[in-house]
């Protein structure tokens, strides 16, 4: 099936790292994706990673990826309250050349002084 | 160089009526896809074209059509507008490489009120 979870909310203090988790469904080779949204905007992404990879690194965020408990995290060091946003997990479902994202609920970022 | 750019950002409609959002996708860019991302949740598939014609679909009525032109630009069509149909709809273009890693780039959306 077709199914992307994530926790709904996180709140951190300004200077510490978060870490937001999304698990997914498709056995398949796969890419994975973090997109994050702002109030009123649309999708800006983040960062991907394939599912035959275990971790990336891009400055500030680190994403890993546990392929037997299909298991996917977004680690941002040092939160910035610029980082507050509404944070979503995506598949890539590929089916005859052509691919989809399957969105999870997506997770709200909250970060205080 | 542009982003993807969809018009107009706001619309207001009333229950029966019809809508139609517009999309320009990334320069460079062959293939759109659309979105419904309805309040607190996450973006929804609806369709996808390449070549102008529809590639894939998600499970939406056949209320939702869709267009795209020889530019690769595209239009959303839906009809007979249900109070269930105000949402964020969201396009999103990308290069059909024929590989899974054809990166979707979104637009800032059209935010559709049925009332």
């Known amino acids: 099936g077709e199914d992307v979870e994530q926790s709904l909310f996180l709140s951190v203090r300004e200077g510490d790292s978060s870490v937001i988790n999304c698990t997914y469904t498709?056995?398949?080779?796969?890419?994975l994706y973090w997109y994050k949204q702002e109030p009123g905007a649309g999708l800006q992404l983040l960062t991907y990673?394939?599912?035959?990879?275990d971790m990336k690194q891009d400055q500030r965020l680190t994403v890993l990826l546990n392929k037997k408990d299909k298991h996917l995290s977004l680690r941002i060091a040092d939160t910035q309250t610029g980082d507050s946003a509404i944070y979503f997990c995506?598949?890539?479902?590929?089916?005859?050349?052509?691919?989809?994202?399957?969105f999870g609920a997506g997770t709200r970022l909250a970060v205080h002084p | 160089d542009a982003g993807v750019t969809q018009s107009p950002t706001h619309l207001i409609k009333t229950r029966g009526q019809q809508v139609t959002l517009r999309c320009s996708p990334k320069?460079?860019?062959?293939?759109v896809s659309w979105y419904q991302q309805a309040l607190g949740q996450g973006p929804q598939f609806i369709f996808q074209?390449?070549?102008?014609?529809?590639?894939q679909r998600g499970n939406f009525p056949d209320r939702f059509s869709g267009h795209q032109f020889p530019n690769y630009s595209s239009e959303l069509n839906v009809n007979a507008l249900l109070l269930g149909d105000s949402a964020l709809y969201l396009c999103?273009?990308?290069?059909?490489?024929?590989?899974?890693?054809?990166?979707?780039?979104f637009g800032a959306g059209t935010r559709l009120s049925v009332l």
């Open positions: 498709d056995s398949s080779s796969t890419y």
């Open positions: 320069s460079g860019h062959d293939t």
């Open positions: 990673i394939f599912s035959n990879m």
């Open positions: 999103a273009s990308s290069l059909k490489l024929g590989l899974a890693k054809n990166i979707q780039y």
């Open positions: 074209y390449y070549e102008e014609e529809e590639r």
């Open positions: 995506a598949e890539s479902m590929f089916s005859g050349g052509y691919n989809k994202l399957i």
